[in-house]
């Protein structure tokens, strides 16, 4: 029997939701429906816990429900479930504190603020949320960069953005920064950057990063 699992956020485990049921955690891009008669052997379910699945997604497979896979979805999906029989819905009611780029970027230029474990766990260990930190921290140095010669209003031109709270944070930051911690700042960027075209995701590459710059830039 196939489980559902309805969540506002992806999770990680299921834990919180206290399943009696072994399982082993699957990424989507592994999964192979293609060969579903070997999968009834399996004793563990399968937990697919890096994406959302909706109905056409498994329709599309011709998926066999009477299997032992575990998917998440959105609460707006599920109605389009309702007459499939092997399944078992579970809600997971449990909250999760929202985390965001600008949360871990803050501690990483306060040198009064150590770095947050959870943090620092959340933001390396998946690589679309490290994404969304890296993508931000390069465009608040580059920002911090430019600042060093040009003007505000130039700068919002450049990084097409409007002049907001964010100027007023980098202001802030280059009265106490030194133009050579940017640099090298930037250095790191380009240096993962390279690593991340070249290779898969690494975890460990991306602590290391977290903790380089914040050695850096922490005034």
Known sequence: MTYLIVTDVLIDNLESLNL?????????????????????????????????????NLQDHEYDFSLKYIFQIKKSNLQKFQNIESLNIVHNTFKVNEKFPWDLSNIIFNKNKNLDSELLLYF?????????????????????????????EDTSKILNEKKDYKYEKAENLLQKL?????????????????????????????KRFIIAVKQKLQV
Not at 126 to 151: A, H, W
């Open 20 to 56: 009696d049921i072994q399982y082993q955690k699957v990424s989507k891009e592994n999964i192979n429906f293609n060969n579903q008669s070997l999968l009834f052997e399996d004793k563990l379910y399968k937990f697919v816990n890096d994406s959302y699945f909706t109905y056409k």
């Open 124 to 152: 390396s260990e998946k690589e679309s949320n490290f994404r969304s930190f890296f993508n931000f921290f390069t465009k608040e140095i580059l920002r911090l960069k430019l600042l060093v010669d040009v003007n505000i």
């Open 178 to 206: 030194d133009e050579c911690k940017i640099d090298q700042a930037i250095n790191l960027v380009y240096k993962l950057e390279e690593k991340m075209l070249r290779s898969s995701y690494n975890q460990e590459n991306s």
